[in-house]
Nanobody, 124 residues
């Protein structure tokens, strides 16, 4: 069992940066791939970024590529999402998720555990 708790969301202006954190419980965190997803009002949940269990493999949605960076610290059981050059269309609830798959995936169905989400709002 893995419990995920996101933090770091808030209200920022367009062009600003924000770093989200996701703290995981459990001693097997380092064996899970981790992902970030987001859901804007009235829209489906969408993939943002993922990282494999070693941290060496990362994947990004086209909307995030070049602006966002995912990383993990297995010693701290934490995964991060650094968001730069933010845009109003980045406004959403951001969720982290854990997958036993280990390598990372853009598909929500591949993830076994989800956090409760953190709100990110970008004003223009």
């Amino acid at each position: 069992q893995v419990t995920l708790v996101e933090s770091g969301g808030g209200l920022v202006q367009a062009g600003d940066s924000l770093r989200l954190s996701c703290a995981a419980s459990g001693r097997t965190f380092s064996s899970y791939a981790m992902g970030w997803f987001r859901q804007a009002p009235g829209k489906e949940r969408e993939f943002v970024a993922a990282i494999g269990w070693t941290g060496r493999s990362t994947y990004y949605a086209a909307s995030a590529n070049g602006r966002f960076s995912i990383s993990r610290d297995n010693a701290k059981n934490t995964v991060y999402l650094q968001m730069n050059s933010m845009k109003p269309e980045d406004t959403a609830v951001y969720y982290c998720a854990a997958s036993r798959g280990g390598l990372g995936s853009e598909h929500a169905g591949d993830y076994d555990y989800w956090g409760q989400g953190t709100q990110v709002t970008v004003s223009s």
